[in-house]
């Protein structure tokens, strides 16, 4: 490429500064043929490189200001968390006429007011996809992928933490205290588990997510937000008796005098999607005048997850940079970067099978089927041999099997030799699994 | 505004084409909000307005290439469907340098290299949401959303026709052929529903999905394409009882052999959450290799969530013709037009309750408190009275009661007056309930 690389600064590098890293330097060609312009982090500031992290020979800084201050730097990344500081950092870059990309929930829901005035005056931008829901894309999806629709509510597990609790909770009997224990040991909880447990981490995003959906100011003052640390297994117990899952939610309303803004557990039907989403996984669902319900889900935290929103965030930025009026190449990636990598015709395809062979009713015919699946190498996953039927004046039987992954070439092969078999009456239904990890 | 409107031309004015002229009038003033600027509908191609149809006084020409040669047209909705008339009618409107957004799979799977290539050299965008799961973002979350990652593999509910077949089949143990009529009965199925069963249309969608994950030209012909009229019930039965579900889906994953690109029957786990995306209803999984899993569910068909997405994509069309730099505003809506609704407190708020009565065994208790309830003219929703037990020597027994919708400040005065009653001991526990409708 011709043109200059963007530059990218990166302060603070803990848990999500260092998977940033990691994300922008793995990816770095698959990202490049996105953008169409190479990224590279030309800074980093931070108090202390660890141990297991590998920077290479990137300028490394023991002040975050100095990022800042570098007339190098095009983008810098606020990863340092926290309120005050964090801040100030913005404000600065800001100043400086750089672009900003940050992770910080709390200092969006508190000072984004303040934040998004200094960029406008200075022609900035400033992009917090990673500050709601981790990797999920919901920022995105609310500001632009639903702009068509009066949003008319939304409501998301958006603490991991919180999500991991209830779901221990209820699947194992476990108490509150004792899950609380096993979720700080695992580092999905802080030694300080307020903001998680008490709901003041989600009320920072449900904040930040009123904002965009219904064009009202940041607001986290006025949310009102009740914790899960109350809730019991006997609770538990009884909402799932009526069909309901304790889950905490952030839920924001909009009507005619004025907009809910809650953070607080609540019962919702078990045959709801959104109450199925388990474990530290988080979910969004945003009711829409015309498009309707819709959800987002994924995770909500863990480094290369946040890395990944960080990273959009950043791809955005760079590619308004690069191609103003046409930012987003039709096919996701420049013209002249696509791939020709060959579409596989389907013989060549793995996959794991289902099949139902109907057999007269003949003593050995499961073993001369498994004995063709041997010969193929084809594993059985699961076995159910039925009762014979009476069909046609003959003892029909169902063999259903469940194979492990095999080429479909063999398949079709070990297929066509079974139905050969004698004892087999026509056609062996095949359907394929996908156990889709 | 001072500046002046961004004139928008409809080619089409089918089910799609009036439910997007319905979301640009009905919203108008949330979409002005966002984009700052008005977006008005100037012309309308269509053959016929149907007597349920009322477009003011537009302009309506009966040829939609009047349309793509109106000078005053900034952006043409291609609308028509099909595959030549619609790619002549884009071609024609890049060709006028005309900004296009289409709904048009069919067009842009099989034709879509061609058209991207036009679009390109003319340095107009064309935009292509609502041709993939309907009203759901996913051509945003995966071209933008998701671009720090490398895709490993997506799979899609992205037929609601095949969905809403397999559904009806499993819940009700009814016959393809049976719910196939009814489907077309309730306008879910065409009267030729070879595009729909057979996979047609999920392998178009699922040709566009592939080459925006992992940047490969579009190959529709390459695509293997197999259809569900093959499913029986007694298959469905046996997929059950081995903890699986059937769902129509379409499968793309990239290894480093080529590019599997296939649509088909597939077996997925029950305790995935795709296995229980019902109805017409689609869903799109992506796996990637920083952020892992994510899923966005959604209607993927019907006037106003296809209109939703058409929207969509006008609105990020008009946003990067106004402010190319900035397109997005910070807070999704323009600096001067965020609303001054005010955050209601939560005593204004209305919910429904779940409630957890601990009382001395004693007679009587029950229609208290329902007494109370009744009083406040809350509706009772479901009991549950469980055996008492003892508990520090007394009889203690709990009572749970889900309430109906009442305003939290009138709820919070029969709690107090439900914990005075001398039969009851302690606090009542009271958790939120939402039906998220």
Redesign the interface.
Known sequence: MIVDPIKIGICGLGTVGY?TYT?LT??KD??S??VGRELIVSHIGTRSIKPHQNVGNTRVSNDVFAVAEDPEVDILLELIGGYDVARELVLRAIANGKHVVTANKAMIAVH?NEI??A??KQ?V??DY?AAVA????II???????????IEWL?GIINGTGNFILTEMREKGREFADVLKEAQALGYAEADPTFDVEGIDAAHKLTILA?????????FE???TEGIS???I??IR??D??G?R?KH?G?AR?SD??????V??????DD???A??NGVMNAV?V?????????????GAGA??T??????D???VAR??SH??????????Q?D??????????E??DSAY?L?VQAKDKAGVLSDITEILGDFEINIE?V?QKEPRVHDSEQVL?V?I?TDEIREGTMNTAIANIEALDAVSGKV?R??????E
Chains 1, 2 share one sequence.
């Open positions: 998977g994300v793995n990816n698959e990202i043929r996105r984004g998004f005035a960029a406008r022609n931008l400033v996809e981790g990797g999920i894309p995105k999806a609310i500001r632009e992928g639903l702009a068509a629709n009066q409501a904002s965009i959906a219904f064009g009202i100011p940041l607001q006025k949310a009102y109350g809730i019991t006997e609770d009884y909402a008796e009526l309901y304790i939610l839920i909009k005098d004025g907009v809910e803004l809650r607080h557990p609540t019962l919702i039907a709801k999607l959104i199925n989403v669902m009711q829409c005048d015309a498009v309707g319900p819709t959800m987002y889900y994924g995770a290369l997850p890395a990944s929103a960080v990273v959009a950043v791809i955005d308004s940079i103003p009026q046409d930012s987003v190449p039709a096919l996701a990636f013209e970067s696509l791939s020709d990598l060959p579409v596989l015709p389907i060549a395809v289902y139902r699961a159910i169902s259903i469940l239904t359907i394929r699994m996908d156990r889709l």
